[in-house]
């Protein structure tokens, strides 16, 4: 039995020694190739923190310096000047074109979304909400509710539809998120889809007690539970 395991261990042992032989003999063969690989990947990564240091981070610094101006007339409801500048500044679509690779040309989006859908460009808003993602929930939660009305604006009520519930649950928010159930609720009403518009008007009541829309939702729950009887009869 003894002797059983020693041959069972120096089997091991002969293996693991074979397995060594193959990969010493691998690498011998092909450490050109592996060489090469190597420093592409080398390269790689020393160009990318370059690019990284060296061209995104001064054109971000001046991306937003140039931003300043077009944000300034965005808060003030001059929307045409946000988006096409002045003649002196840039606008937003400048710094998109200009400045692609900036974290302020995504922002830049957003803003130009919500221009659009204020001047009642409402593809243009579609499209340019489209192009804008963020890693921050609450803004990124606030350009899907935007395409949302601009979806309702354009007659796409199911496309406004599933951009407001999708607003609602990206991030559960005691402030926004009843805003688009509410929303929500009263098209499902609208296009005469009473039950789910019950549940909607439901689930505010529910998982947002103490907000603004919850103060009157039992009003609209009572209309759509009498709407739902009656389609019943």
């Known amino acids: 039995m003894a002797k059983k395991k020693v041959d069972q261990t120096e089997a091991r042992i002969e293996?693991?020694?074979?397995?060594?032989t193959r990969t010493e003999r691998?690498?011998?063969?092909?450490?050109?190739?592996?060489?090469?690989?190597?420093?592409?990947?080398?390269?790689?990564v020393v160009g990318f923190t370059l690019y990284k240091r060296y061209i995104v981070a001064p054109a971000q610094k001046e991306a937003q310096n140039q931003m300043f101006v077009a944000e300034q007339y965005f808060q003030q409801d001059s929307f045409r000047l946000a988006l096409q500048g002045d003649g002196n500044n840039m606008g937003f679509l400048d710094i998109i074109d200009e400045y692609g690779i900036t974290k302020s040309a995504n922002l830049a989006n957003y803003y130009a979304g919500i221009s659009y859908l204020h001047l009642g460009e409402f593809q243009n808003a579609i499209d340019y909400l489209k192009d804008f993602d963020s890693s921050d929930q609450m803004i990124q939660l606030l350009a899907t509710?935007?395409?949302?009305?601009?979806?309702?604006?354009?007659g796409m009520e199911k496309d406004a539809l599933s951009m407001y519930l999708k607003?609602?649950?990206?991030?559960?928010?005691?402030?926004?998120?009843?805003?688009?159930y509410m929303k929500a609720g009263l098209l499902h009403e609208q296009r005469g889809e009473y039950r789910k518009a019950l549940s909607t008007f439901e689930t505010i009541k529910k998982d947002y007690p103490n907000s603004t829309e919850a103060r009157d939702i039992d009003k609209y729950i009572a209309r759509v539970e009498l709407l739902v009887t009656e389609d019943i009869e």
């Open 15 to 20: 293996g693991f020694e074979t397995a060594l």
């Open 167 to 180: 607003a609602a649950k990206q991030r559960k928010n005691d402030l926004l998120s009843p805003v688009y």
């Open 145 to 154: 509710g935007a395409m949302g009305d601009a979806y309702l604006e354009m």
């Open 26 to 44: 691998y690498i011998e063969e092909n450490q050109k190739s592996l060489t090469i690989i190597v420093l592409a990947i080398t390269v790689i």
